[in-house]
């Protein structure tokens, strides 16, 4: 590792960044953080903690480098080797920390800010209670929602995003409007691309799509607060319309084409998923990948023809910022800030749990001529670039402290 000077540590603002983990094998999105630590480090000095996996010797932008040690001895190995790495940070000159997801680092940070009183930036945005008619909440559950709310309150600041998440999370856990700040998710647009047409004829031809076909992707977790019952109605309405239209000989663009719809993903309602897709009513038309590396997402994004998000509950979703900038038009409902990172004005926003309007909003795009779907692709794609950059969001945290 290499420790600060005291004149850079005088110079410019430091952070700990908190990381899960930067393996690209597994399916979260956390792979994106390096590209975000190099261009916040062009502005700061940047430690990062990452508790899982081994890191490399280095990443770009970042000064100071550990590892999380105790990875593989119990919960208290994994507290105690947080509080080492706390006071290791702390002995470099780090007080200010930035985490979104890791619930024992929090505690530790709020157990050991009497000794080196540290300032903590959580990260929380979205709903993860949302249930199914027949789910019932349990006593996990509710010590998780306890858990967030208490260690909401104790944080310097609760940071969210996109805009209407703001005051949504202010309330949900009783936060004072001027402990809240904004920040956005941010998207590598050079690793979530759009292939040309070489390249993404070869890309279906490897994935085993043909090119007569229009495919729906959906990538997210399989649970029911991600729109996922709503997954199979809407593949049989989408291929009754397309029927309907190949029947009646209509001139337009989506007569004969053959509907795929693909579901990236793992999760509580697999199963319930995998009988809907045996279904002889579909024709086989659903394809289950369960989860997929998060190095091979871009490839899926870049080769589908839309991005369907039905989600009951959202936050901020990075699969909407990933399809944006793989210039994938989305089909999405206007759950938490969907609304926000689309855009205002995008003209596939269903309301929430509107089958009726998420069939219509598929069915136009699929009606599209190519050239007003690469049209609608590319105008995501610079909206990506232009307000979700790494180097955007750096700036937006930058000035957080």
């Given at each position: 590792?290499?420790?600060?000077?005291?004149a850079?540590?005088?110079a410019?603002p430091q952070l700990?960044?908190?990381?899960?983990?930067?393996?690209?094998?597994?399916?979260?999105?956390?792979?994106?953080?390096?590209?975000?630590?190099?261009?916040l480090?062009?502005?700061?000095?940047v430690?990062?903690?990452?508790?899982r996996?081994?890191?490399?010797?280095?990443?770009?932008g970042v000064?100071?480098?550990?590892?999380?040690p105790g990875q593989r001895?119990?919960?208290?190995?994994?507290a105690l080797?947080t509080a080492?790495?706390?006071h290791?940070c702390?002995r470099?000159?780090?007080?200010?920390?930035?985490?979104?997801?890791?619930?024992?680092?929090?505690?530790?940070?709020?157990?050991?800010r009497?000794l080196y009183?540290?300032?903590?930036?959580?990260?929380?945005?979205?709903?993860?209670?949302?249930?199914?008619?027949?789910?019932?909440?349990t006593?996990?559950?509710?010590?998780?929602?306890a858990?967030?709310?208490?260690?909401?309150?104790?944080?310097h600041?609760?940071?969210t995003?996109?805009?209407?998440?703001?005051?949504?999370?202010?309330?949900?856990w009783?936060?004072?409007?001027?402990?809240?700040r904004l920040?956005?998710n941010?998207?590598?647009?050079?690793?979530?691309?759009?292939?040309?047409?070489?390249g993404?004829a070869?890309?279906?031809?490897?994935l085993?799509?043909?090119?007569?076909?229009?495919?729906?992707?959906?990538?997210?977790?399989?649970s029911?607060?991600?729109?996922?019952r709503?997954?199979?109605p809407?593949?049989?309405?989408?291929?009754?319309?397309?029927e309907?239209q190949?029947?009646?000989s209509?001139?337009?663009?989506?007569?004969?084409i053959r509907?795929?719809?693909?579901?990236?993903?793992?999760g509580?309602?697999?199963?319930?998923l995998?009988?809907q897709?045996?279904?002889p009513?579909?024709?086989?038309?659903?394809?289950?990948?369960?989860?997929v590396?998060?190095?091979?997402?871009?490839?899926?994004?870049?080769?589908?023809?839309?991005?369907v998000?039905?989600s009951?509950?959202?936050g901020?979703?990075?699969?909407l910022?990933e399809?944006m900038a793989?210039?994938?038009?989305v089909?999405?409902?206007?759950?938490?800030g969907?609304?926000?990172?689309v855009?205002?004005?995008?003209?596939?926003?269903?309301?929430?749990?509107?089958l009726?309007?998420?069939v219509?909003?598929?069915?136009?795009v699929?009606?599209a001529?190519?050239?007003e779907?690469?049209a609608?692709?590319?105008r995501?794609?610079?909206?990506?670039?232009?307000?979700?950059?790494?180097?955007?969001?750096?700036?937006?945290?930058h000035?957080?402290?």
């Open positions: 590792m290499r420790w600060p000077t005291k850079s540590r005088e410019r700990v960044y908190v990381v899960p983990h930067l393996s690209e094998t597994e399916s979260e999105h956390f792979a994106h953080i390096p590209a975000l630590l190099a261009a480090g062009e502005r700061i000095d430690a990062a903690a990452v508790e996996g081994t890191p490399p010797a280095q990443l770009p000064r100071l480098l550990l590892r999380v001895r119990g919960r208290l190995g994994r080797g080492l790495t706390i290791r702390a470099a000159g780090y007080r200010t920390y930035f985490l979104r997801y890791s619930t024992l680092f929090l505690i530790i940070l709020i157990l050991t009497p009183r540290h300032r903590i930036l959580l990260w929380r945005s979205g709903l993860p209670d949302v249930r199914g008619p027949e789910q019932r909440k006593l996990g559950d509710g010590v998780h929602d858990v967030n709310r208490v260690t909401a309150r104790l944080v600041c609760l940071v995003g996109p805009e209407t998440m703001v005051p949504f999370m202010a309330g949900l009783g936060i004072p409007r001027h402990r809240m920040l956005y941010d998207v590598d647009a050079k690793r979530f691309a759009p292939l040309d047409e070489e993404r070869r890309a279906r031809a490897r085993g799509w043909g090119e007569d076909e229009f495919v729906l992707l959906f990538v997210h977790r399989l029911y607060r991600k729109g996922v709503l997954l199979a809407l593949l049989a309405r989408v291929r009754s319309v397309v309907e190949t029947d009646a209509a001139a337009d663009s989506a007569s004969g509907v795929r719809l693909v579901v990236v993903g793992d509580p309602e697999r199963a319930r995998a009988r897709a045996a279904d009513a579909l024709g086989g038309r659903m394809s289950l990948l369960g989860a590396p998060n190095r091979d997402l871009p490839e899926l994004y870049a080769a589908a023809d839309c991005l998000m039905p009951y509950e959202e901020f979703p990075r699969v910022l399809a793989s210039a994938t038009p089909v999405t409902t206007n759950a938490g969907s609304g926000d990172v855009g205002a004005g995008y003209p596939y926003v269903a309301p929430v749990g509107d009726d309007v998420l219509g909003h598929v069915c136009a699929m009606s001529a190519p050239a779907r690469r609608l692709g590319r995501l794609r610079a909206r990506a670039e232009r307000e979700f950059s790494p180097q955007r969001v750096a700036a937006m945290l000035d957080l402290l």
